[in-house]
C-alpha cells in the first residue's frame, strides 16, 4: 500500500536545473573552460563529483572552495532576482494527494537556495518536512538521504514513492529500496534511466502513476 511519496526539489518541483547549469557554466568560463549539457549531466546530474577535477592544474583546494562558495553566492542572487516558476502542474498535484498520502522534500539543494526559491512559491505546505544538503553526511546517489526521509515518515521502503529528475537521484531512491517515478526535463530528456519504475514527461503523468498505484491497493 502507498502511504507517502518523497520528492526531489529542482527539476521536480520548480523550474531551476537549467538556472543551476548556468551558474556553473559561468564558474568555469574565466579559466578558459566551456561546461557543456552532456559534461553537466554527467558531472551534476548523473554523479555527483562536479567538474572541479578541470581546475585542479590551475587552483588549490582552498581556491577551489573560495570559487564553490562564490558561485553559491552568485546562484543565490539569480534565485532572489529571476522569477523561478514552479514545474507546471505540479501544484495542482500536490494538493490532490496531500490529503491521501504523507509527504515530503528530499533535496541536494543548500537551504538557503531552498528557502529562496520557494519564499515566493506556495508549495511548501503540502510538506511534513524537508531535507536539504545540510540534513545529512552523504549526498545523493547515496542512500542516505532517502532513508533518512523514510525514517522521518516512519514507513517503510515498499509503503513509499519517490519523484526524481536525474540518474543520481534514481541511483539513491533505488539503493534505499524505493519505487523511483523519473520526470524528465529538457536536460534529462535524452536519458532512458534504466531502473526507474516509471519513466514520464510531465507532472500530469506523474499523478496518474500515483493514482493507479494506489488504486492497486
Not at 162 to 174: K, Y
Not at 177 to 195: E, K, S, V, W
Request: aromatic share 8%; proline share 4%.
Amino acid at each position: 500500500m502507498l502511504r507517502a511519496i518523497l520528492w526531489d526539489n529542482d527539476g521536480v518541483l520548480v523550474d531551476t536545473e537549467q538556472l543551476f547549469y548556468e551558474a556553473n557554466q559561468e564558474l568555469f568560463r574565466p579559466f578558459g573552460l566551456e561546461l557543456s549539457a552532456q559534461h553537466f549531466f554527467d558531472w551534476y546530474l548523473a554523479d555527483n563529483c562536479g567538474a572541479w577535477h578541470l581546475l585542479e592544474p590551475q587552483l588549490t583546494a582552498e581556491q577551489m572552495d573560495a570559487e564553490r562558495s562564490g558561485r553559491n553566492v552568485r546562484y543565490a542572487a539569480r534565485l532572489a532576482s529571476e522569477h523561478i516558476p514552479a514545474i507546471d502542474g505540479v501544484a495542482e498535484v500536490l494538493a490532490a494527494l496531500v490529503p491521501r498520502l504523507r509527504m515530503g522534500v528530499v533535496t541536494s539543494s543548500n537551504s538557503d537556495h531552498f528557502d529562496i526559491i520557494h519564499q515566493r512559491l506556495d508549495l511548501r505546505q503540502h510538506f511534513e518536512f524537508v531535507l536539504t544538503h545540510e540534513s545529512y553526511t552523504h549526498s545523493k546517489p547515496s542512500p542516505e538521504p532517502y532513508l533518512l526521509g523514510l525514517q522521518r515518515l516512519g514507513v517503510r521502503a515498499d509503503e513509499a514513492l519517490v519523484v526524481e529528475d536525474s540518474p543520481r537521484g534514481l541511483q539513491a531512491a533505488t539503493a534505499a529500496g524505493i519505487r523511483c517515478i523519473i520526470l524528465r526535463n529538457a536536460l534529462t530528456r535524452h536519458h532512458d534511466f534504466p531502473g526507474a519504475w516509471r519513466v514520464v514527461d510531465t507532472m500530469a503523468q506523474v499523478r496518474a502513476e500515483v493514482e493507479a498505484l494506489m488504486a492497486e491497493a
